[in-house]
């Protein structure tokens, strides 16, 4: 199939130009369009009371993305709860951590950072046995998160702080108007079927998604997966669609 316009659910990035979304653009003649998906809503402090959930109980926060530090400081600041120097900071990675700067003084903080991934953030977890932890997050958190916070018989409560629902796409998107879609997670796939529920895909349009979780919920929803990241040759989903457009291109070169 001819790949003219492709509809990206995330937000655009600041200089298009400068990302391979741009380089692809101007070598495949390709048009991009930037949309989310899907939306946060605040989970309020009187729905955390009522999970009996009191920050002062806590003394390690644990914190794997942004959203989550921009909501705990948020429900915080509803309960009137000012947060001690003392708080120690459990982030996923070094980007996470310094976006705590937004909200407190960074040096003066008790701040640790895994590598990546939630099982290194965990080896330093467990050299603070003694700290009763929060987890911050968002509704559909992954059970994998829990599984091993408990595995490492961690004291820790789950505190679910916002939650991730389809966003209004009905009077931004024309759906039909792109001959490919990429999705970033399963609600974006949800969201596309609560926006779109007459929505064919039909051999006309191709579909990428990043993830297994997100690959997985594009089959179970009944399209064809065309575009997979990551691979073992596409480590980005900016790799992923430059692959297919480059094998689309030599078949119109065939033809």
Known sequence: MKIKSILVSQPQPADLSKTPYGEMARKYG????????????????????????????????????????????????????????????????????????????YRKRKIFFGNQSLGDLIDIMKKHKDEKYLYCCSDISSDATIDMLTAAKLNFTKAVMFRTVPADLTQTVKIEDYDMLVFFS?????????????????????????????????????????????????????????????????????K
């Not at 974006?188 to 007459?198: A, E, M, T, W, Y």
């Not at 997979?228 to 480059?246: G, N, R």
Request: proline letters at 3%.
């Open 30 to 105: 390709v048009k991009f369009t930037f949309e989310k998906f899907i939306k946060l809503d605040d989970v309020t402090a009187s729905e955390l009371r009522q999970e009996h959930i009191k920050l002062p109980d806590y003394t390690g926060i644990i914190l794997t993305s942004r959203n989550a530090i921009d909501h705990f400081f948020r429900v915080a600041k509803e309960m009137r709860y000012n947060v001690p120097e003392t708080l120690k900071y459990f982030c996923i990675n070094e980007s996470t951590a310094l976006y705590l700067q937004r909200y407190v003084q």
């Open 186 to 254: 399963p609600m974006g796939i949800q969201s596309l079927k609560v926006n779109f529920p007459d929505f064919k895909q039909e051999g006309k349009v191709a579909i990428g998604g990043f993830g297994d979780a997100t690959c997985q919920a594009i089959v179970d929803a009944g399209f064809e997966l065309n575009v997979k990241a990551p691979t073992s040759t596409a480590h980005s989903m900016t790799m992923a669609i430059e692959e297919y457009l480059a094998a689309e291109a030599k078949k119109s070169k065939k």
